[in-house]
């Protein structure tokens, strides 16, 4: 094995990608958590279908056969270009030779960060687990107001961005608005149930081409969601989102407009664009510094139409991969050959039997694009547990309409708060 | 159906049997909680091996199909008997009939409540979750504090109390720790792991037959798990436990001795025992309200042999069930006939392939005992997607050794406390 240090920030799926494809060299994979998450499917667990442990597994147990390889589960508060390493929140700096940036992103609220904590956004595993308490307890709570007075309050779910996050969540909360709530909630109208789709641009799936777009609006109309195009949220407030002189009731809001990359990108004092990403040489690298690599969500690569390459797993596996390879291979800056990414496709999902599929030239929707979506997402889950769990839960779900994983933790709203200041005090 | 107002409070096993036995009245079933918890298997839980939506489901599509009954998650105050009503914390006062008081207990701390934060036991899912991240934490810790010195510093889990719940915790610990924690975590030395179950009294299992009980302690020394008997806890710290003038240290505390009811009980006005029981009539109702009755751990009812019967799931099953036999029969007091317990054994699982059973007569140990468990346990669980979750997550570990639960929502430990502040603000 070579002595050479590699450091990768981020267990996501480019860091991931990079870590297991590295094999001679000397890593530590650092992140947040504990665990790797399939982030195409988190908005299953923020809408109940799925189990946290469904779709996430220890990275140290992901990369245990890697006898190379240490985990670190710790913050990374800042990178020095200078003295080469970086330091943590918790244990001392590490130092490193060759640097993978793999730091994802969060949500942006075009300076906005106040609106936050009334419009939850959804990147992590307890952000899915926040969306997942706050729909469920908004029905407990519509079911107790009924009881106390005898009115039918409406329950409205706003859903503000309508790229792939939006379209999926807001798909699944009519599903499971509808399908699977209703019946557990006798006291409740299921047209007292309004869920509402805002973005901002001309269509929906902006990624995707316009039949597809226009196919997904249609079928999300279908389903009950009110998809409301070319529309600005101008403010968000608790229980409501303002567009210009308009106020849209908001029982729940969901963020799932913008990224901004991770804030500790600006330490590495390289150029960053509008939305924070930094701009990477045509092998991923940043200028100067060959081996200091961006990959992901992280990084501002261009692709073959001069824009940058969009937030997507495939994206970050290649970019991975490919900074892996020239790792191990030790490649020189100069004889580097440039990332291309390699497009196999995108698909969404809107529901049950209900999806979109773009494949090159072929754009397929409805139940063969759902079939292709169910199976490329089993396919790419890690591990066989996660994959025989996933898929039995989706047939069961398919069958009953009655999703597993509806459960709050927390108790009653009130003590919910006491709860948690009971809890490591 | 009958306008008899029939009030449920707690869907535990005794309150969830009495309300699926009641057809022809109207139910209101209160719990804090919107799921019902399998709690002989929330150990499992807390020890990463199963998650939290495979022994829990919504007590609302439990009980779906009985449109007599309505579900109200909220917090019961407190109870007036001449009123005839409970109160509750998030809406109005609700009136009854007649009353089944199902509330189960938590830990006593024997007058020591401040020893629960260092100490924390295990009732509910949100326990089971804490005592989760805790345990998954240590580990960590102790893996960057050996990256940080190089020092092995010793991993010491600290179980206080032999019965059940505390046997099947160190079991398991000692299993997970060891055999799926081990690997994952190559700089930490096995034999830094140290795992202590603190009894008070002479032997472990004290509801088993004494040869059972040998079995059980040996099981659990041979796993690596040191019993101690006869030894009285005087004082719990942060860090260690205090035992007389003897200071054991302990990374985590599990407190799994003693119970006392839910303090609800007081407001009964009704006599209860040292440990907040009520002590009920024959027909497990309060002296003097035939139609006020206390079922499972809240309630203090002598079994044949005079000794009040234990906390156990098949006593407040069959509890639920005659009490609700006799509401819907509307049987008068004096013509009921006393609540008898029929004891079908007992059963306590130590690891994988060991157990001990306890059937009338027959004593069993080991990989039979262990087979029995799992099939009744599996058997009990309520639906058949839980049972095929369960029975999944069994044989892949018992063939993997991998637990499929080992996530940390929060993420890193300091963070973990801003994440808390920053949800819900």
């Known amino acids: ?17 990079a870590a297991l494809s590295l094999r001679d060299v000397d890593v530590t994979l650092i992140d947040r958590t504990n665990h790797h998450v399939f982030q195409p499917l988190l908005y299953q667990v923020a809408t109940a279908a ?3 442990s469904d779709i996430a597994w220890p990275l140290r147990t992901i990369l245990r056969g890697q006898r190379n390889i240490r985990v670190v589960m710790d913050d990374v508060l800042s990178i020095d270009r200078v003295v080469r390493s970086v330091t943590l929140r918790n244990s001392g700096p590490i130092l490193f030779d060759v640097l993978i940036v793999a730091t994802g992103s969060r949500h942006s609220y075009f300076g906005h960060d106040e609106w936050e904590s009334f419009a939850p956004g959804l990147k992590t595993m307890a952000d899915a687990i926040r969306l997942r308490e706050r729909m469920l307890f908004a029905f407990e709570e519509a079911d107790r107001r009924q009881a106390a007075t005898g009115t039918h309050d409406p329950l409205n779910f706003v859903i503000v961005g309508g790229g792939p996050t939006g379209v999926e969540l807001a798909g699944a909360m009519a599903e499971i608005g509808r399908k699977a709530m209703g019946p557990d909630f006798p006291t409740l109208r299921l047209n007292d149930l309004s869920i509402v789709l805002v973005e901002g ?11 597809l777009s226009s196919k997904a609006a249609d079928d999300l109309s279908h389903m009950g969601v009110t998809v409301r195009l070319n529309t600005e949220v101008t403010a968000v407030h608790a229980g409501a ?8 009731p908001a029982t729940n809001i969901i963020w799932a407009a913008g990224n901004k990359a991770s804030p500790l990108l600006a330490t590495l004092k390289a150029r960053q664009d509008s939305t924070g990403r930094v701009y990477v040489t045509p ?8 081996w200091i690599f961006v990959i992901g969500d992280a990084a501002h690569c261009p692709g073959k139409d001069g824009a940058p390459l969009p937030g997507l797993a495939p994206v970050a596996m290649q970019q991975g991969r490919y900074v892996a390879d020239m790792i191990e291979k030790d490649v020189p800056s100069e ?5 291309v990414y ?3 496709g995108m698909l969404a999902t809107i529901g049950r039997a209900r999806a979109v599929a773009e494949i090159g030239p072929l754009h ?14 089993i396919f790419f889950l890690i591990g066989f547990r996660n994959r025989v769990r996933v898929m039995f839960e989706w047939i069961w779900y398919y069958l009953t309409f009655k999703p597993g994983a509806r459960l709050l933790y927390a108790q009653t709203q009130t003590s919910h708060e006491e709860e948690r200041q009971r809890v490591d005090p």
Chains 1, 2 share one sequence.
Not at 364 to 377: D, Y
């Open 283 to 290: 092998d991923l690298s940043i200028p100067d510094e060959p």
């Open 241 to 248: 989102v303002s567009i210009g002189q308009e106020r849209i």
């Open 364 to 377: 397929v929707s409805g139940l063969i694009a759902w079939v292709l979506w169910c199976t490329v997402h």
């Open 335 to 339: 004889q580097r050959r440039p990332f």
């Open 201 to 211: 641009g001309p269509r929906l799936l902006p990624g995707f081409s316009p039949d």
């Open 342 to 344: 390699r497009d196999r």
């Open 1 to 17: 094995m070579r002595s050479t240090r590699v450091v990768i920030i981020g267990g996501g799926f480019g860091g991931l990608s």
């Open 50 to 52: 799925l189990s946290p």
